[in-house]
T-cell receptor, first 115, second 116 residues
Framework: DSGVTQTPKHLITATGQRVTLRCSPR?????VYWYQQSLDQGLQFLIQ???????AKGNILERFSAQQFPDLHSELNLSSLELGDSALYFC??????????????FGPGTRLLVL | KNQVEQSPQSLIILEGKNCTLQ??????????LRWYKQDTGRGPVSLTI?????NTKSNGRYTATLDADTKQSSLHITASQLSDSASYIC???????????????FGTGTQLKVEL
């Protein structure tokens, strides 16, 4: 158990819909990262937040957005869903982010299926 | 463009044997390189993390090497076990020059299967 929790574990929805994925980082971790992993593909970095502020952006679509709240939990919002958005969405957390080497701890993931 | 390439794509070895996985990258400015192990359907777990000045780092039966000049890394697994069957992912971190932080580039992984 990494200490990072994600809900829900599974999500099935239809095209055009909007969903929200939730992540609670490990206690004391200020950075939260979101990743997408499609079937048989590598992890794609989406976005990172540090202490409530956006820190880095990866290959995140405009239909997707995220935020980190004062209690440090984070939500990833996916809207106008398409079939191709079906994937595993991972959240990871780390203690800090100032260019220091650090380990990211990954949550169990949310499996999204868009029908 | 920042890229991380891993080889081989997949590998099958017998239990007890050693193996080496490769990672080549074109990421700059380089911050650090990590190896992760990911079991099917689960989140990645960190094995090692190395900065520019580190050439080798071990974690039990896992030994990672880094050649920052040639931009290559390897992960050597000694005396493989059935539980080593997983995807091994190389991740290279680039410093974000404006605003701080790091941007991670993931390799697509090497799928390792250890058989009896």
């Amino acid at each position: 158990d990494s200490g990072v929790t994600q809900t829900p574990k599974h999500l099935i929805t239809a095209t055009g819909q909007r969903v929200t994925l939730r992540c609670s980082p490990r206690s004391g971790d200020l950075s939260v990262y979101w990743y997408q992993q499609s079937l048989d593909q590598g992890l794609q970095f989406l976005i990172q937040y540090y202490n409530g502020e956006e820190r880095a952006k990866g290959n995140i679509l405009e239909r997707f957005s995220a935020q980190q709240f004062p209690d440090l939990h984070s939500e990833l919002n996916l809207s106008s869903l398409e079939l191709g958005d079906s994937a595993l969405y991972f959240c990871a957390s780390s203690r800090q982010d100032r260019g220091f080497q650090e380990t990211q701890y990954f949550g169990p993931g949310t499996r999204l299926l868009v029908l | 463009k920042n890229q991380v390439e891993q080889s081989p794509q997949s590998l099958i070895i017998l239990e007890g044997k050693n193996c080496t996985l490769q990672c080549n990258y074109t990421v700059s400015p380089f911050s650090n390189l990590r190896w992760y192990k990911q079991d099917t359907g689960r989140g990645p777990v960190s094995l090692t993390i190395m900065t520019f000045s580190e050439n080798t780092k071990s974690n039990g039966r896992y030994t990672a090497t880094l050649d920052a000049d040639t931009k290559q890394s390897s992960l050597h697994i000694t005396a493989s076990q059935l539980s080593d069957s997983a995807s091994y992912i190389c991740v290279v971190s680039a410093r974000v020059l404006t605003g701080g932080g790091n941007k991670l580039t993931f390799g697509t992984g090497t799928q390792l299967k250890v058989e009896l």
